[in-house]
Nanobody, 127 residues
Framework: QVQLVESGGGLVQSGGSLRLVCEAS????????MAWFRQAPGKEREFVAA????????YVADSVMGRFTISRDNARNTVYLQMNSLNAEDTAVYYC????????????????????WGRGTQVTVSS
């Protein structure tokens, strides 16, 4: 079983930055895609960014392109989300996600493509 724990959220002013961290346990995830999703109040959960098992490949949603960067440290079983130039539309609960099987899920951005989820960390951007 995989456990994911997010941290690093908080309250930040518009234009500010935050770095989210997702620590995994229960299984080594070096062969898994790792992703970030977010869910704003009253909205569906949406894809934010993902990184391949090889570390070298990433993709992000158009809404955060150029502002958010995803990275990972396989030695620490951890994935990060660096968020810059935050605005009010980025306010949401941010979730870390991993697919059920290794070497799957690359290029996917649907909630249904991911099996393991953390409990989320709240990000609030004040305007």
């Amino acid at each position: 079983q995989v456990q994911l724990v997010e941290s690093g959220g908080g309250l930040v002013q518009s234009g500010g930055s935050l770095r989210l961290v997702c620590e995994a346990s229960g299984r080594t995830l070096s062969s898994y895609v790792m992703a970030w999703f977010r869910q704003a109040p009253g909205k569906e959960r949406e894809f934010v960014a993902a990184i391949s098992w090889s570390v070298s490949s990433t993709y992000v949603a158009d809404s955060v392109m150029g502002r958010f960067t995803i990275s990972r440290d396989n030695a620490r079983n951890t994935v990060y989300l660096q968020m810059n130039s935050l605005n009010a539309e980025d306010t949401a609960v941010y979730y870390c996600a991993v697919p059920l099987r290794p070497f799957t899920g690359w290029g996917r951005n649907s909630v249904d493509d991911f099996h393991y989820w953390g409990r989320g960390t709240q990000v609030t951007v004040s305007s």
